[in-house]
Nanobody, 123 residues
Framework: QVHLVESGGGLVQAGASLRLSCAAT????????MGWFRQAPGKEREFVAA????????HYADSVKGRFTISRDSAASTMYLQMNSLTPEDTAVYYC????????????????WGKGTLVNVSS
């Protein structure tokens, strides 16, 4: 079992930056690919970014490419999402998840999910 807890969300103005964190506990967390997803009000959950178990491979949704950066500290079992140049369209609940591969992540097919952290970007 893997337990994931997100933090770092909040209310910011457009153009600001936020850094989300995802703390993972359980067995054996470093071997999982991990990803960030988000769900805006009235919309379906969507893929944001994913990172391989090694931390070397990363993938991004087109909507965040160049603005968001995913990273992980495997020793600390923590994953991050640095979000820059935020816009109101980035407003959503952000979830972290762990799964078998980044390919599965891009399909939203992850094995473990956190409860989410709210990011609210005002114009």
């Amino acid at each position: 079992q893997v337990h994931l807890v997100e933090s770092g969300g909040g209310l910011v103005q457009a153009g600001a930056s936020l850094r989300l964190s995802c703390a993972a506990t359980g067995r054996p967390v470093p071997s999982y690919a991990m990803g960030w997803f988000r769900q805006a009000p009235g919309k379906e959950r969507e893929f944001v970014a994913a990172i391989t178990w090694s931390g070397i491979g990363t993938h991004y949704a087109d909507s965040v490419k160049g603005r968001f950066t995913i990273s992980r500290d495997s020793a600390a079992s923590t994953m991050y999402l640095q979000m820059n140049s935020l816009t109101p369209e980035d407003t959503a609940v952000y979830y972290c998840a762990a799964g078998s591969s980044t390919t599965q992540a891009k399909r939203g097919q992850m094995d473990y999910w956190g409860k989410g952290t709210l990011v609210n970007v005002s114009s």
